[in-house]
């Protein structure tokens, strides 16, 4: 996969990073995690400029998650608690619950999408919450390309500065971000147990 990757943005360049990365975000088959570092190695070696990789991939990681705000403020809060009402059980939620996390959205949702942009497994569900809170796009927009741009040019660096030795991002971001998603799905088994518990 790291050759493929490597190759389609050697070969395609810029165009290739704003693809891959609305894919990692709209439908995350590979994660940036290892596109950004590798756009940093193809750029080491001269391929393609590390500023234009790093505008690249924020605009691509941008319109994915414009996608899930569209979703979300497609759907809005109403119908959201009508969704709860008939699968709260299988999503762990309540009315409650949706009106407790518009209140916080109301309040911390532009801090909330800019750190959660920054967070692996995170980064392309945090545009939704804040789409049903019905938060500005402007707002979002400017909150999300803050966290954006930072995690790109992270990722981007750590490539660029390991140049062949690229490989090693992976080996420690990797763990990092499987051990989110355990997390993740840890914290929904255990909502799922409490909340038949109640029942």
Not at 6 to 35: C, K, Q, R, W
């Amino acid at each position: 996969m790291a050759n493929w990757i490597t190759d389609l943005i050697a070969e395609h360049g810029y165009l290739a990073l704003v693809l891959l990365m609305l894919l990692e975000n709209i439908f995350p088959p590979i994660p940036s995690e290892l596109i950004m570092p590798f756009a940093g190695y193809a750029a080491a070696k001269g391929d393609i400029n590390p500023i234009g990789a790093v505008v690249a991939g924020s605009a691509g990681s941008l319109l994915g998650a414009l996608a899930w705000y569209g979703v979300g403020y497609g759907l809005g809060a109403k119908r959201i608690k009508r969704v709860t009402q008939r699968y709260g059980r299988w999503l762990t939620i309540s009315e409650s619950d949706v009106d407790r996390a518009q209140r916080w959205f109301d309040r911390y949702g532009g801090a909330a999408v800019c750190i959660g942009r920054l967070i692996p497994a995170v980064r392309s569900v945090i545009s939704a919450p804040a789409g049903i809170a019905q938060m500005g796009l402007m707002r979002f927009l400017l909150w999300s390309t803050a966290g954006t741009v930072v995690w790109t040019s992270l990722l981007t660096s750590l490539g660029y500065a390991l140049g062949s030795r690229f490989d090693e991002v992976d080996k420690w971001l990797q763990p990092v971000s499987l051990a989110i998603v355990a997390l993740a799905i840890g914290g929904y088994l255990y909502r799922l147990y409490r909340a038949r518990g109640r029942r």
